[in-house]
């Protein structure tokens, strides 16, 4: 079992930068692959990118690649989503979640955070 808490989302103006946080509970959080996704107003849940066990190898969306990066730490049990360049289009609810390997789609995860909401204004 593992729970997720996300933080680090706000308001922020097009072209700034935020860093989201995912912090797990549990010992086996660096077993889990981690991914980022988002849910648009009025849209689905879509990815944003994901990363693996121990972090050497990460993919994204064509739609933050070069401006979002993930990264994870497994001593802190936390991973990252370091976010440039904001456009008002990535204004959503971000959620993180936990799986057995590194993927595109929200059923291929077993565990969710409750989201945290990031606004971006033109």
């Known amino acids: 079992q593992v729970q997720l808490v996300e933080s680090g989302g706000g308001l922020v103006q097009a072209g700034g930068s935020l860093r989201l946080s995912c912090a797990a509970s549990g010992r086996t959080f660096s077993s889990y692959a981690m991914g980022w996704f988002r849910q648009p107003p009025g849209k689905e849940r879509e990815f944003v990118g994901a990363?693996?066990?121990?972090?050497?190898?990460?993919f994204y969306a064509n739609s933050v690649k070069g401006r979002f990066t993930i990264s994870r730490d497994n001593a802190k049990n936390t991973v990252y989503l370091q976010m440039n360049s904001l456009k008002p289009e990535d204004t959503a609810v971000y959620y993180c979640a936990a799986g057995p390997a590194p993927r595109r789609n929200t059923y291929e995860y077993d565990y969710w955070g409750q989201g945290t909401q990031v606004t971006v204004s033109s």
């Open positions: 990363i693996n066990w121990s972090g050497g190898l990460s």
